[in-house]
Protein backbone atom coordinates (compact mmCIF):
# COMPACT_ATOMS: atom_id res chain seq x y z
CA UNK A 1 0.00 0.00 0.00
CA UNK A 2 2.68 2.22 0.70
CA UNK A 3 4.36 2.05 -2.58
CA UNK A 4 1.06 2.66 -4.00
CA UNK A 5 1.12 5.60 -1.92
CA UNK A 6 3.96 7.22 -3.09
CA UNK A 7 3.70 6.32 -6.71
CA UNK A 8 0.24 8.00 -6.98
CA UNK A 9 1.93 10.83 -4.97
CA UNK A 10 4.76 10.97 -7.71
CA UNK A 11 1.99 11.06 -10.41
CA UNK A 12 0.28 14.01 -8.54
CA UNK A 13 3.41 15.97 -8.72
CA UNK A 14 4.12 15.22 -11.76
CA UNK A 15 0.33 16.40 -12.74
CA UNK A 16 0.66 19.66 -11.26
CA UNK A 17 3.47 20.81 -12.79
CA UNK A 18 2.32 20.01 -16.09
CA UNK A 19 -0.36 22.21 -15.08
CA UNK A 20 -3.45 19.46 -14.74
CA UNK A 21 -4.63 20.61 -11.56
CA UNK A 22 -7.74 18.02 -11.97
CA UNK A 23 -5.41 15.07 -12.12
CA UNK A 24 -2.93 16.26 -9.49
CA UNK A 25 -5.87 16.22 -7.31
CA UNK A 26 -6.94 13.24 -7.82
CA UNK A 27 -4.01 11.52 -7.88
CA UNK A 28 -3.24 13.16 -4.34
CA UNK A 29 -6.60 12.30 -2.97
CA UNK A 30 -5.92 8.23 -4.02
CA UNK A 31 -2.30 8.06 -2.81
CA UNK A 32 -3.51 9.52 0.68
CA UNK A 33 -6.38 6.99 0.45
CA UNK A 34 -3.91 4.00 -0.35
CA UNK A 35 -1.92 5.54 2.76
CA UNK A 36 -4.84 5.81 5.50
CA UNK A 37 -6.42 2.44 3.93
CA UNK A 38 -4.41 -0.49 6.28
CA UNK A 39 -5.40 1.89 9.34
CA UNK A 40 -9.11 2.15 8.69
CA UNK A 41 -11.02 -0.66 10.49
CA UNK A 42 -12.30 -2.35 13.47
CA UNK A 43 -9.74 -4.58 15.23
CA UNK A 44 -6.44 -2.86 14.40
CA UNK A 45 -7.36 -2.83 10.44
CA UNK A 46 -6.60 -6.74 10.43
CA UNK A 47 -4.61 -8.91 7.52
CA UNK A 48 -4.33 -7.31 4.28
CA UNK A 49 -6.91 -8.07 2.33
CA UNK A 50 -9.39 -8.89 5.42
CA UNK A 51 -12.31 -6.61 4.69
CA UNK A 52 -13.52 -5.18 8.14
CA UNK A 53 -17.26 -4.88 8.65
CA UNK A 54 -18.58 -1.07 8.71
CA UNK A 55 -21.65 -2.24 10.56
CA UNK A 56 -21.29 -5.84 11.60
CA UNK A 57 -24.72 -7.89 10.87
CA UNK A 58 -26.12 -10.86 12.97
CA UNK A 59 -24.88 -14.03 10.81
CA UNK A 60 -27.87 -15.79 9.24
CA UNK A 61 -28.95 -18.91 10.23
CA UNK A 62 -26.92 -21.25 8.44
CA UNK A 63 -27.04 -25.19 8.86
CA UNK A 64 -24.17 -27.93 8.27
CA UNK A 65 -23.36 -31.26 9.57
CA UNK A 66 -21.20 -33.05 11.78
CA UNK A 67 -19.14 -36.39 10.44
CA UNK A 68 -21.40 -37.82 13.22
CA UNK A 69 -24.57 -36.59 11.48
CA UNK A 70 -25.41 -34.24 13.87
CA UNK A 71 -26.96 -30.87 12.15
CA UNK A 72 -25.50 -27.22 13.51
CA UNK A 73 -26.03 -24.16 12.97
CA UNK A 74 -23.72 -21.25 14.03
CA UNK A 75 -25.88 -20.46 16.98
CA UNK A 76 -24.42 -23.71 18.45
CA UNK A 77 -21.07 -21.64 19.03
CA UNK A 78 -22.95 -18.07 20.36
CA UNK A 79 -20.48 -16.62 23.13
CA UNK A 80 -17.30 -18.55 21.14
CA UNK A 81 -15.79 -15.99 18.43
CA UNK A 82 -16.18 -18.38 15.46
CA UNK A 83 -13.80 -18.15 12.41
CA UNK A 84 -15.94 -19.80 9.87
CA UNK A 85 -14.05 -20.78 6.64
CA UNK A 86 -15.94 -22.15 3.28
CA UNK A 87 -14.20 -24.94 1.17
CA UNK A 88 -13.17 -27.40 -0.55
CA UNK A 89 -10.45 -30.58 -1.13
CA UNK A 90 -10.36 -29.64 -4.10
CA UNK A 91 -9.30 -25.89 -4.02
CA UNK A 92 -5.61 -25.23 -4.32
CA UNK A 93 -5.76 -22.08 -1.69
CA UNK A 94 -7.62 -23.88 0.62
CA UNK A 95 -5.61 -26.32 0.70
CA UNK A 96 -2.49 -24.21 1.44
CA UNK A 97 -4.02 -22.52 4.05
CA UNK A 98 -5.85 -25.30 5.81
CA UNK A 99 -2.64 -26.09 8.06
CA UNK A 100 -2.20 -22.36 9.40
CA UNK A 101 -6.32 -22.80 10.51
CA UNK A 102 -5.22 -26.19 12.41
CA UNK A 103 -1.77 -24.38 14.10
CA UNK A 104 -4.26 -21.28 14.77
CA UNK A 105 -7.23 -23.40 15.97
CA UNK A 106 -4.68 -25.62 18.19
CA UNK A 107 -3.17 -22.31 19.69
CA UNK A 108 -6.54 -20.65 20.62
CA UNK A 109 -8.71 -24.07 21.38
CA UNK A 110 -8.93 -22.81 25.09
CA UNK A 111 -9.91 -19.51 24.59
CA UNK A 112 -13.05 -19.28 23.00
CA UNK A 113 -11.67 -20.03 19.54
CA UNK A 114 -14.36 -22.15 17.28
CA UNK A 115 -12.37 -22.57 14.01
CA UNK A 116 -14.71 -23.99 11.84
CA UNK A 117 -14.01 -25.36 8.49
CA UNK A 118 -17.07 -26.07 6.40
CA UNK A 119 -16.58 -28.18 3.64
CA UNK A 120 -18.70 -28.06 -0.18
CA UNK A 121 -16.54 -31.06 -1.17
CA UNK A 122 -20.00 -32.86 -3.32
CA UNK A 123 -17.89 -36.30 -2.48
CA UNK A 124 -18.54 -35.58 1.08
CA UNK A 125 -16.63 -36.82 4.58
CA UNK A 126 -14.49 -39.48 2.73
CA UNK A 127 -12.96 -36.63 0.64
CA UNK A 128 -12.41 -34.57 4.03
CA UNK A 129 -10.90 -37.09 5.75
CA UNK A 130 -8.51 -38.11 3.42
CA UNK A 131 -7.36 -34.82 3.36
CA UNK A 132 -7.26 -34.32 7.09
CA UNK A 133 -5.39 -37.50 7.03
CA UNK A 134 -2.96 -36.91 4.30
CA UNK A 135 -2.11 -32.94 5.62
CA UNK A 136 -1.61 -34.03 9.07
CA UNK A 137 -4.91 -31.89 10.37
CA UNK A 138 -5.60 -32.94 13.78
CA UNK A 139 -7.32 -29.75 15.50
CA UNK A 140 -10.07 -29.41 12.83
CA UNK A 141 -13.71 -30.80 13.37
CA UNK A 142 -15.27 -32.42 9.90
CA UNK A 143 -18.13 -30.29 8.54
CA UNK A 144 -20.20 -30.43 5.93
CA UNK A 145 -21.92 -28.02 3.88
CA UNK A 146 -24.62 -30.28 2.72
CA UNK A 147 -26.94 -28.85 0.47
CA UNK A 148 -25.39 -25.81 0.53
CA UNK A 149 -27.10 -23.67 2.75
CA UNK A 150 -24.24 -22.05 4.42
CA UNK A 151 -22.41 -20.59 1.58
CA UNK A 152 -25.97 -19.76 0.29
CA UNK A 153 -26.39 -17.82 3.20
CA UNK A 154 -23.19 -15.38 3.03
CA UNK A 155 -23.94 -15.40 -0.58
CA UNK A 156 -20.13 -17.25 -1.09
CA UNK A 157 -19.52 -17.11 -4.57
CA UNK A 158 -16.09 -18.35 -4.45
CA UNK A 159 -13.71 -20.10 -2.23
CA UNK A 160 -12.12 -19.82 0.35
CA UNK A 161 -14.04 -17.42 2.03
CA UNK A 162 -13.98 -16.65 5.64
CA UNK A 163 -16.02 -15.10 8.06
CA UNK A 164 -15.18 -13.40 11.57
CA UNK A 165 -18.33 -13.92 13.77
CA UNK A 166 -17.76 -12.40 17.42
CA UNK A 167 -19.13 -13.70 20.54
CA UNK A 168 -22.83 -11.74 19.94
CA UNK A 169 -23.07 -13.66 16.66
CA UNK A 170 -22.25 -10.87 14.60
CA UNK A 171 -19.91 -10.75 11.43
CA UNK A 172 -16.93 -8.58 11.69
CA UNK A 173 -14.96 -9.45 9.01
CA UNK A 174 -14.21 -11.47 6.02
CA UNK A 175 -11.94 -12.64 3.22
CA UNK A 176 -12.12 -14.25 -0.24
CA UNK A 177 -9.03 -15.94 -0.59
CA UNK A 178 -6.33 -17.64 1.09
CA UNK A 179 -4.33 -16.63 3.75
CA UNK A 180 -2.00 -17.61 6.86
CA UNK A 181 -4.06 -17.39 9.69
CA UNK A 182 -1.78 -17.98 12.21
CA UNK A 183 0.45 -14.91 11.33
CA UNK A 184 1.05 -11.69 13.74
CA UNK A 185 -1.62 -9.44 11.60
CA UNK A 186 -4.19 -12.73 11.82
CA UNK A 187 -3.35 -13.50 15.09
CA UNK A 188 -3.76 -10.20 16.70
CA UNK A 189 -6.91 -9.90 14.88
CA UNK A 190 -8.45 -13.12 16.80
CA UNK A 191 -6.77 -11.91 19.95
CA UNK A 192 -8.78 -8.52 19.73
CA UNK A 193 -11.81 -10.34 19.73
CA UNK A 194 -10.90 -12.74 22.34
CA UNK A 195 -10.51 -10.03 24.44
CA UNK A 196 -13.60 -8.11 23.86
Known amino acids: ????????????????????????????????????????????????????????????????KTAGGKHLTLADFRGRVVLLNIWATWCGPCRSEMPSLDRLQALHRDDGLAVLTVSVDSEGFGAVRRFYAQSGIRNLGLYLDVDGATAHAFGTQSIPTTLLIDRDGKVVGSLVGAMEWDSPDALALIRHYLDS
Do not use: D, K, N
Open 1 to 64: MGIVALLLGIAGIVSLLTSTRGLAVLMFGAAAGFWLLPSLGGGGGGPAGFGMAAQPRLAPTAEF
